[in-house]
């Protein structure tokens, strides 16, 4: 997947989320199934940025970034800000 890609997707989920979070406020909050999908969001956009920051890294380093691999939820959630 190309940096590209990886950028588009990251541009649609936040543009998702940013619906979600729009239609949460004027619709008086989310259901159960919206919340639901904000969190999924959460954790696929910490996903593609991760993948971004690795492809990136490689670069930098000499190597192709196309061995960039995602990194499955559980890693990147507990991943410290």
């Known amino acids: ?10 541009e649609a989920l936040v543009k998702e ?4 979070l729009d239609r949460g406020g004027t619709e008086h909050g989310l259901d ?4 639901a ?4 969001i959460k954790v696929e956009l910490d ?4 993948l971004l920051r ?5 670069r930098r ?10 990194s499955d939820a559980d ?3 507990r991943y410290l800000q």
């Open 47 to 50: 996903r593609y940025w991760d």
């Open 32 to 35: 159960e199934a919206g919340h």
């Open 61 to 70: 380093a000499g190597e192709d970034p196309e061995g960039a691999s995602p």
């Open 17 to 20: 989320e940013h619906e979600l």
């Open 75 to 77: 890693t990147v959630e």
């Open 37 to 40: 999908r904000l969190q999924e």
């Open 54 to 58: 690795q492809r990136r890294a490689r």
């Open 1 to 10: 997947m190309a940096d590209e890609d990886v950028s588009d997707r990251i």
